[in-house]
Nanobody
């Protein structure tokens, strides 16, 4: 069964860094476009960053220059490096991909930015 598992979240002070991982099982993540989304309490889930098969990336304006999406096909994993974190980055972060028109989501990992 296709599976995505996020990890790496936690509590960090403003200005700190975290690296989130999205590990894929039973399919080769390098063959698909992958997105990182986040959902803050009381807000809709929003797309934060994407990486396509060729390695091209895109970001929502609010995270440009601070978050970096990357992939390691050997480890079958997509990462989200998060630097200069702000309290407004607090959310549950999810990775997503589509295979044959079907959406697959991980369980999410909580990121809390607070002093």
């Amino acid at each position: 069964q296709v599976q995505l598992v996020e990890s790496g979240g936690g509590l960090v002070q403003p200005g700190g860094s975290l690296r989130l991982s999205c590990a894929a099982s039973r399919f080769f993540i390098g063959a698909y476009r992958v997105g990182w989304y986040r959902q803050a309490p009381g807000k809709q889930r929003e797309l934060v960053a994407t990486i396509d098969i060729g390695g091209d990336t895109s970001y929502v304006e609010s995270v440009k220059g601070r978050l970096t999406i990357s992939r390691d096909n050997f480890r079958n994993t997509v990462y989200l490096q998060m630097n200069s974190l702000k309290p407004e980055d607090t959310a549950v972060y999810y990775c997503n991909t589509q295979i044959s028109g079907r959406d697959y989501w991980g369980q999410g990992t909580q990121v809390t930015v607070s002093s």
